[in-house]
């Protein structure tokens, strides 16, 4: 099922409660990807229902970024979902989500505003606002599907983290489950705006998985001191790359590390050419 009202949602997600029957949650915006296939299979998998919504949100763009230019490829979603076995795909317009005039007056939305500790840092630094939008979004899509289980893939960590604690403060009725990164078999993270890059950036791009792997190799072999993995990258950078940021921060409250352990997640952000690009990495993990 397509639906693309509130109202249409509440009523199938009733009747499902009714049932007895767990709801599994994968929020997007849309041109899907094998990346968001991973979070859909896995839900499919857990819940006994899977809703998948398809909403580019406006009011997590600032005003020089490319929110008419986001691909929105609705036919070809739906026919993913659908293969995938979703139950319904939730495609709601701004309208239906914020009320007539939403971007024009800033006091028509109530928003839902993360603690500045998490979002005055790595993407958020350069984004002002983004994670007020995307926290508002996904508590609205919470209030509205009432999942059991609601999938975020890794490579958004920041994200990740912040909407775990969202959840936690709010005490939000509803389990996040985090699902690994998918990549190209060059290293390439999967990203709706790897679109956007021509073949020449394309390769460019790789610099960002390369940084992220060398900097797990040297840790791997004993190097902690974050300033000396940080400079590990600058072999891999060309005129071609503007770092945005090259960060080691703690996987659980994104505070700044000095000396990296299990528990540092690398963050990276690159701008290539006019595509703005970002990538992580676990350094305890496998």
């Known amino acids: 099922m397509i639906l693309h009202t509130i109202a249409e949602v509440r009523e199938q997600i009733k009747e499902w409660k009714k049932q007895g029957l767990s709801v599994g949650l994968v929020p ?3 041109a899907l990807h094998a990346g968001h296939k991973s979070l859909i299979d896995k839900s499919v998998e857990k819940c006994d229902r899977t809703v998948v919504s398809v909403f580019v949100n406006p009011i997590q763009f600032g005003p020089s970024e490319d929110l008419d230019k986001y691909p929105r490829t609705l036919d070809a979603d739906a026919e993913m979902c659908k293969n995938a076995g979703v139950d319904i795909v939730f495609a709601p317009s701004p309208k239906e989500m914020y009320g007539e005039g939403h971007i024009m007056s800033n006091d028509f939305l109530t928003y839902v505003i993360p603690p500045y500790f998490y979002v005055d840092k790595l993407c ?3 984004r002002i606002g983004h994670f007020d939008g995307v926290c508002t979004v996904v508590n609205k899509l919470f209030n509205i599907v009432q999942p059991d289980f609601a999938f975020f893939g890794q490579k958004d960590a920041q994200q990740l983290i912040i909407i775990r604690k969202m959840v936690n403060d709010l005490n939000i009725p509803v389990e996040i ?4 990164i998918v990549r190209e078999e060059s290293g390439l993270a999967l990203s709706s705006r790897n679109k ?6 394309k390769e460019q791009a790789l610099a960002l998985s390369k940084i992220l792997y060398n900097i797990k190799v040297c840790y791997d072999k004993g190097v902690t001191d974050t300033r000396a993995l940080f400079e590990t990258a600058y072999g891999f950078l060309t005129p071609a790359h503007s770092l945005e940021y090259l960060d080691f921060r703690d996987e659980n409250d994104l505070e700044e590390k000095t000396v990296a352990d299990d528990n540092t997640r690398v963050f990276i952000a690159v701008k290539i050419g006019n595509v703005r690009l970002i990538d992580n990495i676990l350094l ?3």
């Open 196 to 201: 956007y890059l021509n073949p020449q950036e």
């Open 28 to 30: 997007t915006m849309g």
């Open 177 to 180: 489950i985090s699902c690994p």
């Open 284 to 286: 305890g993990e496998n």
């Open 124 to 126: 958020g630094k350069s």
